[in-house]
């Protein structure tokens, strides 16, 4: 018997579906992701991910991809100019345009797909240590408004925000260990991998405990899985580390790492996002 999970069109990929033109391709917000003035980053990265894995001159899997938030995406249609850059034996480059209202551009993308062959392999980091999926305590999510939190089930094992509770002006870690995973379960692919990558709660949110105005402004994923890698996994949720280094003069860093719960580390991601406290 077929399951559910494999039957039923996901959340997610409504809200991630791209149509094809002659020219250009096209989408659409999708208000079941929404963040403070506009669609979640990694709702974004993902479409314009899928835009290039759905394209008929896509070879291999993706390798990394980096995603430029240059305005606020506006309720409703976006297009897509989506271009094959150079392409050789082992990788493709590309790039992706969305724009909005008379051809303004809203974000931008560049994209390194690969084919992956058997090779040498070594894995010198380990997986951290970490409760079960199925014994961790889901963060509750009630008092938060933005809609795309209520599409992913947050299981905190660290550094669970604090807000509203916290000593006012007593600044926490911006070190966090999470399991993230679908509120629906979806088995992860490399569109999932990369909106996970960016579904980390802003780090100046942990460090301060409340809520500020906050954007990604540049958000780099490096995937370490192929298809192939992610099909055997058949996972639904990963172990998400983040951290930060810096915030100084309105920016700061962002960087995190998805694990398999068998262990293997599935990607990686970098940010910077712009903040206002």
Known sequence: MTSLLET??????????????????????????????????????????????????????????????????????????????????????????LTQQGGETAAFATAVFAVRRPSWSHRPVSRPEATRFEDTKRYPKSGLKMTWVHQYDFRFIEGQPLFGVATPGELASPFSKLWIGDTTPRRLDALSLVSMSDAFFARIFHVRNELVPFGTVSLTTYFHADAEDLIAEDATHVLAVSDASVFHKSYGDQTGALWSPSGKLLATTQQIAYFKA
């Open 8 to 97: 039923a069109e996901h959340v997610f990929d409504k809200a991630t579906r791209v149509s094809a033109g002659d020219s250009q391709w096209s989408g659409h917000t999708s208000e079941d992701y929404w963040a403070f003035i506009g669609p979640f980053g990694g709702i974004t990265a993902a479409t314009m991910l899928r835009a290039i894995l759905e394209h008929s001159q896509r070879d291999g899997d993706p390798l990394a991809l980096t995603v430029n938030y240059c305005a606020p995406i506006a309720a409703g249609p976006f297009d897509l100019d989506v271009r094959l850059i150079k392409a050789n034996r082992s990788t493709q480059h590309w790039s992706v345009e």
